[in-house]
């Protein structure tokens, strides 16, 4: 389909673990967010992408998380040394520009043990 | 951007409307409210979106007040797969992006 596609669709890591998350949104959208949602919370924000640059990255925990977009296409989200409260969905968007609706990703469920 | 209060749960019958309230009351001028829903094991899915004027498309139906400071969702004839959290959410469209700070919304159960 032409939807933004995340992989893996689960990921179970061990504490302490690096981890390594993917995004692949659609076609020629400039704009790419990620996203963290606790289990029963709303989305929150973590970083965001306009091409290769990262524009905005506030709403990154701490410096465990990092984010990159080399060729403004493909993104992937690390996470290194991962801890419990890491455990959540991580949701990828995209979109035309930055003042175009959002399309999300169905996410990464990731389990740290 | 301006906070959004929402009823955590409703319930609706099958075939019935669905309104969906949202109260927005330190919207800015230039806000938009936008509405989102995520069903289980989704990524969010954009429903609709509008500034002053009441909005309409295929899924649903946007009533915003004439103060602003409110708003309602409408989803006319509602159905089982529209079983899902509702946020409302309303955002500046600013060179900063198109950054969308969720609430914790509502949940809409629809029943047969």
């Known amino acids: 389909g032409a939807g933004v596609s995340q992989s893996p669709r689960y990921k179970v890591a061990k504490r302490g673990q690096d981890v390594a998350l993917r995004c692949d949104p659609i076609?020629?959208?400039?704009?790419l967010f990620w996203y963290q949602q606790a289990l029963g919370q709303g989305p929150e924000f973590l970083t965001y992408?306009?091409?290769?640059?990262?524009?905005?990255k506030s709403g990154l925990p701490s410096d465990r998380f990092f984010a990159e977009r080399p060729e403004g296409s493909v993104s992937t989200l690390k996470i290194q040394r991962t801890q419990q409260e890491d455990s959540a969905v991580y949701l990828c968007a995209s979109s035309l520009d930055r003042e175009r609706k959002l399309f999300f990703g169905s996410g990464t469920q990731l389990s740290v043990l | 951007d301006a906070k959004t209060t929402q009823p955590p749960s409703m319930d609706c019958a099958e075939g019935r409307a669905a309104n969906l309230p949202c109260n927005h009351s330190t919207i800015s001028g230039n806000e938009y409210v936008y509405w989102y829903r995520q069903i289980h094991s989704q990524g969010p899915q954009y429903i609709i979106h509008?500034?002053?004027n009441n909005e309409t498309n295929e899924m649903a139906s946007l009533i915003i007040t004439e103060d602003r400071k409110s708003s309602t969702l409408i989803l006319p004839h509602a159905t089982l797969r529209d079983t899902a959290v509702y946020y409302c959410i309303v955002r500046v469209v600013s060179n900063a992006g198109n950054m969308l700070t969720f609430g914790g919304g509502t949940r809409l159960m629809v029943k047969p």
């Open positions: 076609s020629g959208h400039v704009s």
């Open positions: 509008g500034l002053k």
């Open positions: 992408f306009q091409n290769e640059a990262q524009l905005d």
